[in-house]
């Protein structure tokens, strides 16, 4: 059995040496209640940098020399749980180890016939929650508005913006690489794309994309991209905050524009977004996820990387934007 730990609190963009993975010859019995659990897929999400740090948040940090956590797909190979068999798969928040004894609490049942198991945790999963709560309740979209998504080739960006299109708006998507680009327009049906790593101005580049102007800004990634965007905003704008990649790694106060002048004289809302405060909306939100991808509607990528020890790998490299879509790992 083996287990990834935080073996020490990262500074600034996080290195392997930051996580150990442990090998352990133990025999894992049950009690009346559990199963045992053997992970099949493993999240790894850019929000997980928080937690690594000891800074208060709205979720506590990981311990050191303790287990990671994030959302994982496993297979039940033991129960002595009535609500689960031999067989089922679940999703949930679990640590980050190859088999683990659960009681279920918190565990979802996933039906491995009526989807891929990696899509629980992206588009049917925590990041297709993302996208269409923070869309929907925040940036409360209307046919014809201009949507502008950051990230917009990753896991949350990509469901964002085919969500805006499905809802009528024009949607301009930023990302990191031509070929990002190229799959908004072409796989997601994005109206146009900016790379934010050639632009010579983004604030003009998205400008020219959006000639009538910002309604909604679905943030992602905050810092310099994010300031250009304000630039851009209309009157009565909504920017939903739903992410800051660019400074997670930090070390220092990063140096930005002051946004206030820029909602005062919008009349704009400038709102935080935090996912599990929706939680009675999932069933509504993952109702219409499922029915737009049944229907062709919706559709999606994933960056599958293999291996129980690639996991500190994978989630270092969304820092560095190496992967298209959801990045999970298959144990
Ligand atoms: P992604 O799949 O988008 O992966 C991260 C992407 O961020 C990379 O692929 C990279 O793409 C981009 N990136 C990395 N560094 C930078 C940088 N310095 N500047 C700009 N872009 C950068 O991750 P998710 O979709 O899972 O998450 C997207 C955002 O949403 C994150 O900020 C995350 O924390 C947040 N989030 C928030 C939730 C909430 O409830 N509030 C829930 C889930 C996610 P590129 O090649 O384009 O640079």
């Given amino acids: 059995m083996k287990t990834i730990v935080l073996n020490s609190r990262p500074k600034g963009k996080p290195t392997s040496s930051d996580f150990k993975c442990i090998t352990e010859d133990i025999e894992l019995t049950?009690?009346?209640?559990?199963?045992?659990?053997?992970?099949?897929?493993?999240?790894?999400?850019?929000?997980?940098?928080?937690?690594?740090?000891?800074?208060?948040?709205?979720?506590?940090?990981?311990?050191?020399?303790?287990?990671?956590?994030?959302?994982?797909v496993a297979k039940v190979i033991a129960s002595k749980n009535v609500v689960f068999e031999v067989g089922d798969f679940v999703s949930g928040m679990l640590d980050w180890k190859t088999k683990q004894v659960s009681i279920g609490a918190g565990l979802l049942k996933v039906d491995a016939s009526k989807a891929p198991l990696s899509t629980y945790l992206g588009i049917l999963g925590m990041t297709g929650l993302t996208a269409y709560l923070g869309l929907n309740k925040i940036g409360k979209p209307k046919a014809g508005e201009t949507l502008v998504v950051s990230g917009a080739a990753g896991a949350v960006g990509s469901?964002?913006?085919?969500?805006?299109?499905?809802?009528?708006?024009?949607?301009?998507?930023?990302?990191?690489?031509?070929?990002?680009?190229?799959?908004?327009?072409?796989?997601?049906?994005?109206?146009?794309?900016?790379?934010?790593?050639?632009?010579?101005?983004?604030?003009?580049?998205?400008?020219?994309?959006?000639p009538n102007g910002v309604d909604?800004?679905?943030?992602?990634?905050?810092?310099?991209?994010?300031?250009?965007?304000?630039?851009?905003?209309?009157?009565?704008?909504?920017?939903?905050?739903c992410g800051a990649i660019s400074v997670y790694n930090n070390t220092e106060l990063p140096k930005s524009i002051s946004v206030q002048p820029f909602l005062v004289k919008n009349s704009a809302l400038m709102q935080g977004f935090i996912v599990s405060n929706y939680v009675d909306e999932?069933?509504?939100?993952?109702?219409?996820?499922s029915g737009w991808l049944a229907e062709g509607k919706l559709t999606y990528t994933e960056t599958i990387v293999d291996g129980f020890e690639n996991i500190p790998n994978a989630f270092i490299d969304l820092f560095d934007g190496k992967n298209k879509g959801k990045m999970v790992v298959k144990i």
């Fill in 30 to 72: 049950l009690q009346k209640g559990e199963i045992l659990l053997e992970a099949a897929y493993v999240s790894v999400d850019p929000y997980l940098r928080g937690r690594m740090s000891d800074a208060k948040s709205y979720i506590p940090p990981f311990e050191l020399h303790r287990p990671i956590q994030s959302g994982v």
């Fill in 159 to 210: 469901v964002v913006g085919q969500i805006a299109k499905i809802l009528g708006l024009h949607v301009i998507g930023i990302a990191g690489t031509d070929e990002k680009i190229d799959m908004l327009k072409d796989k997601f049906g994005f109206d146009a794309g900016i790379n934010y790593k050639t632009s010579k101005n983004i604030k003009e580049d998205i400008a020219k994309a959006a």
């Fill in 216 to 241: 909604i800004y679905f943030d992602n990634v905050g810092g310099p991209i994010s300031d250009a965007v304000l630039f851009n905003i209309n009157r009565f704008a909504r920017i939903v905050v």
């Fill in 282 to 289: 999932f069933p509504e939100a993952m109702q219409h996820l």
